[in-house]
């Protein structure tokens, strides 16, 4: 029997018909909707050649789109490398067998994980700037990468306690049996095969904090959203700007889904079998919370 149908029924014939039907009026909704976009777009005269002209010439791309290209993935690679520190100690933190140690940092990232990141982002830019701690054009910045670093921290470190519990049985033992103790064992055996089995995931949280660095915006981090308003407000061609940058968070964010769709497979046979399929879901919920 199948991990499917062990989580639910198999469909028959009439379901499998009933979902084949939503699945046609679904798309076909959803085509509605964009061709009803399009065609406002085109009558408001959005589609217009002077209206993309902007785009292909040089300084545009020199002084809007790639400074702000540029402080997008600065925030978020300073924030991916902070966030995986972070996940690394408190995921270890909450599977450590000291009482206290697993119940502080459980209480640190349930509390982290349920803040929502534009709200430590608004939090860190008001207390930065109040207390004159860094100069005020650094603010932003490291509001961003303290709120993205705390909230993506913490569900990187629900991965790392969920890839070390999905491993199979007898890890530690081994580890113990050879004569490491049972923290060397859970740093040298049982994390390492535990980040291995949770990279895709890890890959796909990275996507989140890419996207989430457009947060930024609200406390005026000159990002690539920020920038290309600027160049909307500029050129009069606001709507244009805004899909220019969206097919570039698009592209970006696409080739990291399928760097990490690509992992998945290579590490498939790695990780086949070992995890069973209702801790490999709780790692995916870890994961997209």
Not at 25 to 46: E, H, T, Y
Not at 273 to 288: K, T
């Given at each position: 029997?199948?991990?499917?149908?062990?989580?639910?029924?198999?469909?028959?014939?009439?379901?499998?018909?009933?979902?084949?039907?939503?699945?046609?009026?679904?798309?076909?909704?959803?085509?509605?909707?964009?061709?009803?976009?399009?065609?406002?777009?085109?009558?408001?005269?959005?589609?217009?050649?002077?209206?993309?002209?902007?785009?292909?010439?040089?300084?545009?791309?020199?002084?809007?789109?790639?400074?702000?290209?540029?402080?997008?993935?600065?925030?978020?690679?300073?924030?991916?490398?902070?966030?995986?520190?972070?996940?690394?100690?408190?995921?270890?933190?909450?599977?450590?067998?000291?009482?206290?140690?697993?119940?502080?940092?459980?209480?640190?990232?349930?509390?982290?994980?349920?803040?929502?990141?534009?709200?430590?982002?608004?939090?860190?830019?008001?207390?930065?700037?109040?207390?004159?701690?860094?100069?005020?054009?650094?603010?932003?910045?490291?509001?961003?990468?303290?709120?993205?670093?705390?909230?993506?921290?913490?569900?990187?470190?629900?991965l790392v306690r969920s890839g070390v519990y999905g491993l199979p049985r007898g890890q530690r033992e081994a580890g113990m049996a050879i004569g490491l103790t049972r923290n060397q064992s859970l740093r040298n055996i049982e994390v390492p095969q535990?980040?291995?089995?949770?990279?895709?995931?890890?890959?796909?949280?990275?996507?989140?904090?890419?996207?989430?660095?457009?947060?930024?915006?609200i406390i005026t981090y000159p990002e690539l959203l920020q920038y290309t308003r600027r160049l909307g407000v500029g050129e009069g061609n606001v709507i244009p700007s805004l899909l220019v940058a969206a097919a570039i968070f698009i592209a970006i964010?696409?080739?990291?889904?399928?760097?990490?769709?690509?992992?998945?497979?290579?590490?498939?046979?790695?990780?086949?079998?070992?995890?069973?399929?209702?801790?490999?879901?709780?790692?995916?919920?870890?994961?997209?919370?």
């Open positions: 029997m199948s991990a499917q149908q062990v989580l639910f029924d198999a469909p028959g014939p009439r379901a499998r018909r009933t979902i084949l039907i939503g699945n046609i009026v679904g798309v076909l909704i959803v085509l509605g909707i964009l061709a009803w976009v399009i065609s406002a777009l085109a009558d408001k005269g959005q589609f217009a050649a002077s209206m993309w002209t902007p785009f292909l010439e040089s300084r545009t791309w020199e002084f809007f789109i790639l400074p702000g290209l540029g402080n997008t993935l600065k925030a978020a690679g300073i924030a991916i490398v902070t966030s995986v520190a972070f996940g690394l100690v408190f995921g270890v933190g909450r599977l450590s067998h000291v009482a206290p140690i697993r119940w502080i940092a459980g209480v640190v990232v349930e509390f982290l994980r349920a803040v929502p990141v534009l709200l430590m982002m608004i939090f860190f830019w008001l207390a930065l700037g109040s207390s004159g701690a860094v100069k005020p054009q650094e603010a932003p910045l490291i509001a961003v990468i303290l709120a993205l670093t705390l909230y993506n921290g913490s569900v990187i470190a629900e535990a980040l291995i089995a949770m990279l895709p995931a890890l890959v796909s949280q990275f996507v989140v904090i890419l996207k989430d660095s457009a947060l930024g915006f964010n696409f080739a990291l889904s399928t760097l990490a769709t690509r992992l998945s497979v290579l590490l498939s046979f790695r990780t086949k079998g070992r995890r069973p399929a209702a801790q490999e879901a709780v790692a995916l919920d870890a994961a997209s919370t």
